[in-house]
Protein backbone atom coordinates (compact mmCIF):
# COMPACT_ATOMS: atom_id res chain seq x y z
CA UNK A 1 0.00 0.00 0.00
CA UNK A 2 1.24 3.05 -0.96
CA UNK A 3 1.90 6.56 1.54
CA UNK A 4 -0.87 8.11 -0.75
CA UNK A 5 -4.11 5.35 0.00
CA UNK A 6 -5.40 3.97 3.00
CA UNK A 7 -7.08 0.70 3.17
CA UNK A 8 -10.78 0.21 3.46
CA UNK A 9 -11.77 -0.82 6.97
CA UNK A 10 -11.38 -4.58 7.90
CA UNK A 11 -15.18 -4.92 8.77
CA UNK A 12 -15.87 -5.40 4.94
CA UNK A 13 -15.68 -9.28 3.63
CA UNK A 14 -15.49 -8.17 0.08
CA UNK A 15 -14.54 -5.25 -2.04
CA UNK A 16 -16.26 -3.55 -4.75
CA UNK A 17 -14.25 -0.85 -6.90
CA UNK A 18 -15.16 1.49 -9.90
CA UNK A 19 -13.20 1.48 -12.49
CA UNK A 20 -12.36 5.20 -13.96
CA UNK A 21 -11.77 7.75 -11.72
CA UNK A 22 -11.24 5.22 -9.26
CA UNK A 23 -8.73 2.53 -9.67
CA UNK A 24 -7.21 3.57 -13.36
CA UNK A 25 -8.44 7.02 -15.03
CA UNK A 26 -9.49 6.03 -18.67
CA UNK A 27 -7.95 8.20 -21.60
CA UNK A 28 -11.12 9.16 -23.01
CA UNK A 29 -12.38 12.46 -24.40
CA UNK A 30 -15.97 11.92 -23.35
CA UNK A 31 -17.08 14.81 -25.27
CA UNK A 32 -15.64 13.34 -28.63
CA UNK A 33 -17.77 10.17 -27.46
CA UNK A 34 -20.76 12.36 -27.28
CA UNK A 35 -20.31 14.05 -30.60
CA UNK A 36 -19.37 10.36 -32.30
CA UNK A 37 -23.24 9.23 -30.92
CA UNK A 38 -24.69 12.07 -32.18
CA UNK A 39 -23.28 11.21 -35.54
CA UNK A 40 -24.34 7.41 -35.07
CA UNK A 41 -27.96 9.18 -34.90
CA UNK A 42 -27.70 11.65 -37.80
CA UNK A 43 -26.31 8.64 -40.45
CA UNK A 44 -29.73 7.22 -39.44
CA UNK A 45 -31.93 10.91 -40.02
CA UNK A 46 -32.24 11.55 -36.34
CA UNK A 47 -31.62 14.33 -34.70
CA UNK A 48 -30.34 13.93 -31.17
CA UNK A 49 -29.21 16.12 -28.72
CA UNK A 50 -27.74 15.85 -24.55
CA UNK A 51 -25.25 13.79 -22.61
CA UNK A 52 -24.13 10.58 -23.85
CA UNK A 53 -25.93 8.92 -21.24
CA UNK A 54 -28.92 10.59 -22.11
CA UNK A 55 -28.46 9.45 -25.80
CA UNK A 56 -27.23 5.61 -24.57
CA UNK A 57 -31.08 5.54 -23.39
CA UNK A 58 -32.51 7.22 -26.37
CA UNK A 59 -30.87 4.75 -28.64
CA UNK A 60 -33.45 2.23 -27.37
CA UNK A 61 -35.91 3.50 -28.65
CA UNK A 62 -35.11 4.37 -32.02
CA UNK A 63 -33.34 0.69 -32.02
CA UNK A 64 -29.25 1.93 -32.37
CA UNK A 65 -28.70 0.57 -28.83
CA UNK A 66 -25.92 -1.71 -30.52
CA UNK A 67 -24.71 0.90 -32.67
CA UNK A 68 -24.27 3.83 -29.79
CA UNK A 69 -22.97 1.30 -27.84
CA UNK A 70 -20.12 0.48 -30.05
CA UNK A 71 -19.68 3.94 -30.40
CA UNK A 72 -18.71 4.05 -27.00
CA UNK A 73 -16.94 0.97 -26.58
CA UNK A 74 -14.55 1.49 -29.26
CA UNK A 75 -13.56 4.93 -26.98
CA UNK A 76 -13.28 3.17 -23.91
CA UNK A 77 -11.66 0.45 -25.45
CA UNK A 78 -8.72 2.81 -26.80
CA UNK A 79 -8.99 5.08 -23.87
CA UNK A 80 -8.11 1.94 -21.62
CA UNK A 81 -5.15 0.72 -23.33
CA UNK A 82 -3.86 4.47 -22.68
CA UNK A 83 -5.10 4.93 -19.09
CA UNK A 84 -2.87 5.83 -16.32
CA UNK A 85 -2.95 3.69 -12.73
CA UNK A 86 -4.38 5.55 -9.99
CA UNK A 87 -2.91 5.63 -6.09
CA UNK A 88 -5.61 2.93 -4.99
CA UNK A 89 -4.59 0.49 -7.03
CA UNK A 90 -1.66 -0.17 -5.54
CA UNK A 91 -3.00 -1.59 -2.90
CA UNK A 92 -4.94 -4.31 -4.39
CA UNK A 93 -2.22 -6.86 -4.75
CA UNK A 94 -2.39 -6.72 -0.81
CA UNK A 95 -5.69 -7.22 -0.52
CA UNK A 96 -6.95 -10.74 1.19
CA UNK A 97 -10.67 -9.97 0.82
CA UNK A 98 -12.28 -10.84 -2.52
CA UNK A 99 -11.88 -8.16 -4.95
CA UNK A 100 -14.52 -7.35 -7.98
CA UNK A 101 -14.82 -3.98 -10.25
CA UNK A 102 -18.52 -2.78 -10.99
CA UNK A 103 -17.95 -0.07 -14.04
CA UNK A 104 -20.14 1.59 -16.41
CA UNK A 105 -17.66 1.22 -18.72
CA UNK A 106 -17.99 -1.78 -21.09
CA UNK A 107 -16.07 -4.99 -19.30
CA UNK A 108 -14.27 -5.10 -22.80
CA UNK A 109 -13.03 -1.95 -21.66
CA UNK A 110 -12.03 -3.34 -17.70
CA UNK A 111 -10.52 -5.94 -18.67
CA UNK A 112 -7.79 -4.27 -20.88
CA UNK A 113 -7.11 -1.81 -18.48
CA UNK A 114 -6.74 -4.56 -15.58
CA UNK A 115 -4.62 -6.12 -17.80
CA UNK A 116 -2.22 -3.26 -19.43
CA UNK A 117 -1.82 -2.27 -15.14
CA UNK A 118 -1.05 -5.45 -13.83
CA UNK A 119 -4.71 -5.55 -11.75
CA UNK A 120 -6.13 -8.28 -13.76
CA UNK A 121 -4.57 -11.10 -11.27
CA UNK A 122 -6.23 -9.34 -8.09
CA UNK A 123 -9.49 -8.96 -9.29
CA UNK A 124 -11.97 -11.60 -8.64
CA UNK A 125 -15.34 -10.49 -10.88
CA UNK A 126 -15.56 -7.85 -13.77
CA UNK A 127 -19.43 -6.60 -14.55
CA UNK A 128 -19.34 -3.55 -17.25
CA UNK A 129 -22.29 -1.67 -18.52
CA UNK A 130 -22.98 -4.20 -21.27
CA UNK A 131 -22.52 -7.46 -19.03
CA UNK A 132 -26.12 -7.20 -17.38
CA UNK A 133 -29.21 -5.46 -18.52
CA UNK A 134 -28.84 -2.51 -16.61
CA UNK A 135 -26.40 -0.12 -15.66
CA UNK A 136 -25.04 2.12 -12.49
CA UNK A 137 -26.78 4.06 -10.81
CA UNK A 138 -29.67 0.66 -11.01
CA UNK A 139 -28.40 -1.61 -8.62
CA UNK A 140 -28.14 -4.91 -10.90
CA UNK A 141 -24.23 -4.40 -12.33
CA UNK A 142 -23.30 -4.18 -8.47
CA UNK A 143 -25.36 -7.21 -7.32
CA UNK A 144 -24.07 -9.13 -9.66
CA UNK A 145 -20.21 -8.26 -8.83
CA UNK A 146 -21.28 -9.09 -5.29
CA UNK A 147 -22.69 -12.33 -6.14
CA UNK A 148 -19.94 -13.67 -8.19
CA UNK A 149 -17.46 -12.49 -5.62
CA UNK A 150 -19.96 -15.18 -3.23
CA UNK A 151 -20.44 -11.74 -0.57
CA UNK A 152 -23.54 -10.57 0.06
CA UNK A 153 -24.56 -6.45 -0.03
CA UNK A 154 -24.49 -5.93 3.71
CA UNK A 155 -20.99 -7.22 3.71
CA UNK A 156 -19.43 -5.55 0.99
CA UNK A 157 -18.13 -2.09 0.46
CA UNK A 158 -18.33 -0.57 -2.71
CA UNK A 159 -16.01 2.12 -3.83
CA UNK A 160 -16.32 5.29 -5.98
CA UNK A 161 -16.00 8.25 -7.33
CA UNK A 162 -18.92 9.74 -8.66
CA UNK A 163 -22.43 10.50 -6.86
CA UNK A 164 -23.55 7.52 -9.31
CA UNK A 165 -21.48 4.82 -8.14
CA UNK A 166 -23.23 6.41 -3.91
CA UNK A 167 -26.44 6.14 -5.17
CA UNK A 168 -25.53 2.36 -6.70
CA UNK A 169 -24.43 1.50 -3.40
CA UNK A 170 -27.65 2.08 -1.95
CA UNK A 171 -29.90 0.80 -4.00
CA UNK A 172 -27.88 -2.43 -3.77
CA UNK A 173 -27.96 -2.12 0.10
CA UNK A 174 -24.08 -2.11 0.13
CA UNK A 175 -21.59 0.56 1.93
CA UNK A 176 -19.95 3.16 -0.09
CA UNK A 177 -16.85 5.52 0.46
CA UNK A 178 -15.81 7.52 -1.98
CA UNK A 179 -12.03 7.26 -3.47
CA UNK A 180 -11.10 10.43 -2.58
CA UNK A 181 -11.65 9.40 1.19
CA UNK A 182 -9.27 6.80 1.34
CA UNK A 183 -6.52 9.18 -0.75
CA UNK A 184 -4.67 11.59 0.77
Known amino acids: MTAAS ?42 AEGGLWGLLERANVVDLRGRIEEVICDHEREGARYSSRLPLADGLAEEPRPVGVC ?7 CRIALEIHGLDPHVDAVVGRRSVE ?48 LVE
Not at 16 to 36: K, S
Not at 103 to 109: D, G, P, T, W
Request: net charge negative.
Open 134 to 181: NHKPHPEPLLTTVERLGATPETTMFVGDTDRDAITAERAGTGFVYVRD
Open 103 to 109: SLNCEEA
Open 6 to 47: RRVDDDWAAIVYDLDGTLVDLAVDWDEVTTAAIAAFADRGID
